[in-house]
């Protein structure tokens, strides 16, 4: 789309509709074309050699020449995170997508969403959170974990709201009781604990959101410290480790994530909720270490299964889910199939 004008007569108003002001900041944004330019071919009522032009607009370039728009950025706040980190990765090299980690966007405080100018953007992705669920149980856990995965998650809401953008943010099936087999999108939440409820309590914030897409996943593995690193390194010392058996999901690597997230921008999926984990056979933690275990060279028996009763018994610890499996079924029919956790868990402890 372009813009221009020749007046024939004095006092010659030309008015027209824009969505926002002009102004020294925004004319970065801009891009110009020579009014002469061949290819455009513009017949002007008044000869351009006859019509008054600033030398600015003298100097502009022909079409071959013109800079590209360029497209409305992503932000990725949290970007140091597991799935920040794995974000970072899938977008690398592309001049849209910017990353925040917490010292450049810190959620919790206002001038963070002060200082940018958010007409330059067209989505944000929330990859931030409180993400200590035994944590968030104390007083202080507590506080801290309602305030990012709530009160700030509400901010970055207006945020979008106000400036049209679509906001992408990471829910948990720690939302759940974990009583039903599977979870599809469509269950009400039911969270034991206190990271849970500040988790469901984000993603009902997000949903009024116009343009949203709430990912939810389980057992998040990525770069830094998880559960399938620490197997690894008690497999490599020989350490003989008792391991919770009775809580059943799949893991969910970040990069599937990640690549998930993109699927969904760039497909333009119904905005929504979207479960997103990786594929196969749900398996209990004790089976992930058993075939850690064995990716290892170690024996899978090594690993003795406890249940989740016995394992907390004595300790102060969030109550969990016991059936974390997510119904896939929706986010295939949006076109992206996720790999098999088996797969991803191989490759993981090669690489
Ligand atoms: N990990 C799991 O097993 C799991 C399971 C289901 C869902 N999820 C969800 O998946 C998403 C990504 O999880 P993850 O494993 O990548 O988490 P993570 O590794 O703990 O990363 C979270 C990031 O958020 C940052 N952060 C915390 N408070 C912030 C604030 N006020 N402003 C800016 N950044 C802040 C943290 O920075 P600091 O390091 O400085 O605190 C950290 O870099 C989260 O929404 C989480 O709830 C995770």
Same mark, same amino acid.
């Given at each position: $789309?372009?813009?221009?004008?020749?007046?024939?007569?004095?006092?010659?108003?030309?008015?027209?509709?824009?969505?926002?002001?002009?102004?020294?900041?925004?004319?970065?944004?801009?891009?110009?074309?020579?009014? =002469?330019?061949?290819?455009?071919?513009?017949?002007?009522?008044?000869?351009?050699?006859?019509?008054?032009?600033?030398?600015?607009?003298?100097?502009?370039? &022909?079409?071959? *020449?013109? *800079?590209? $728009?360029?497209?409305?950025?992503?932000?990725? !706040?949290?970007?140091?995170?597991?799935?920040?980190?794995?974000?970072?990765?899938?977008?690398?090299?592309?001049?849209? !997508?910017?990353?925040?980690?917490?010292?450049?966007?810190?959620?919790?405080?206002?001038?963070?969403?002060?200082? @940018?100018?958010?007409?330059?953007?067209?989505?944000?992705?929330?990859?931030?959170?409180?993400?200590?669920?035994?944590?968030?149980?104390?007083?202080?856990?507590?506080?801290?974990?309602?305030?990012?995965? !709530?009160? =700030?998650?509400? @901010?970055?809401?207006?945020?979008?709201?106000?400036?049209?953008?679509?906001?992408?943010?990471?829910?948990?099936?720690? %939302?759940?009781?974990?009583? &039903?087999?599977?979870?599809?999108?469509?269950?009400?939440?039911?969270?034991?604990?206190?990271?849970?409820?500040?988790?469901?309590?984000?993603?009902?914030?997000?949903?009024?959101?116009?343009?949203?897409?709430?990912?939810?996943?389980?057992?998040?593995?990525?770069?830094?410290?998880?559960?399938?690193?620490? $197997?690894?390194?008690?497999?490599?010392?020989?350490?003989?480790?008792?391991?919770?058996?009775?809580?059943?999901? &799949?893991?969910?690597?970040?990069?599937?994530?990640? =690549?998930?997230?993109?699927?969904?921008?760039?497909?333009?999926?119904?905005?929504?909720?979207?479960?997103?984990?990786?594929?196969?056979?749900?398996?209990?933690? =004790?089976?992930?270490?058993?075939?850690?275990?064995?990716?290892?060279? #170690?024996?899978?028996?090594? %690993?003795?299964?406890?249940?989740?009763?016995?394992?907390?018994?004595?300790?102060?610890? #969030?109550? @969990?889910?016991?059936?974390?499996?997510?119904?896939?079924?929706?986010?295939?029919?949006?076109?992206?199939?996720?790999?098999?956790?088996? *797969?991803?868990?191989?490759?993981?402890?090669?690489?």
């Amino acid at each position: $789309m372009g813009n221009a004008f020749q007046t024939l007569e004095d006092n010659t108003a030309y008015t027209y509709l824009v969505n926002d002001h002009w102004s020294a900041d925004a004319q970065s944004q801009y891009t110009f074309l020579n009014l =002469a330019d061949e290819t455009a071919a513009i017949d002007w009522p008044v000869p351009l050699d006859q019509a008054e032009l600033s030398d600015k607009d003298k100097a502009h370039p &022909r079409l071959a *020449e013109v *800079e590209p $728009m360029p497209s409305r950025k992503i932000l990725v !706040v949290g970007a140091d995170g597991q799935l920040g980190k794995a974000l970072r990765g899938l977008y690398d090299g592309d001049p849209s !997508v910017e990353f925040a980690a917490r010292a450049d966007f810190d959620l919790s405080k206002e001038e963070s969403f002060d200082g @940018r100018n958010w007409k330059n953007y067209s989505a944000i992705i929330n990859a931030a959170a409180y993400t200590a669920v035994d944590a968030a149980e104390s007083p202080e856990g507590r506080e801290a974990a309602w305030q990012v995965n !709530v009160s =700030a998650v509400a @901010r970055l809401a207006r945020t979008a709201i106000e400036h049209d953008l679509t906001l992408v943010h990471v829910s948990s099936d720690y %939302v759940f009781d974990g009583s &039903r087999e599977s979870h599809d999108e469509n269950e009400p939440y039911t969270p034991l604990g206190v990271y849970g409820q500040t988790k469901a309590a984000g993603d009902a914030v997000v949903s009024v959101v116009p343009r949203h897409y709430i990912v939810r996943t389980s057992w998040v593995i990525g770069e830094g410290s998880n559960f399938v690193r620490t $197997m690894a390194s008690l497999a490599d010392r020989g350490i003989k480790p008792s391991v919770v058996n009775d809580q059943i999901g &799949r893991l969910s690597f970040t990069e599937d994530i990640a =690549a998930g997230i993109r699927h969904l921008l760039e497909s333009r999926a119904p905005y929504g909720a979207y479960n997103l984990s990786n594929d196969g056979e749900p398996q209990s933690w =004790a089976d992930i270490a058993g075939d850690v275990y064995e990716l290892r060279g #170690a024996s899978g028996d090594d %690993v003795t299964g406890v249940s989740t009763e016995e394992y907390f018994a004595g300790k102060s610890a #969030a109550p @969990r889910p016991l059936k974390s499996i997510l119904d896939l079924s929706k986010i295939k029919g949006a076109g992206f199939v996720p790999a098999s956790s088996a *797969e991803r868990l191989t490759a993981y402890l090669r690489g």
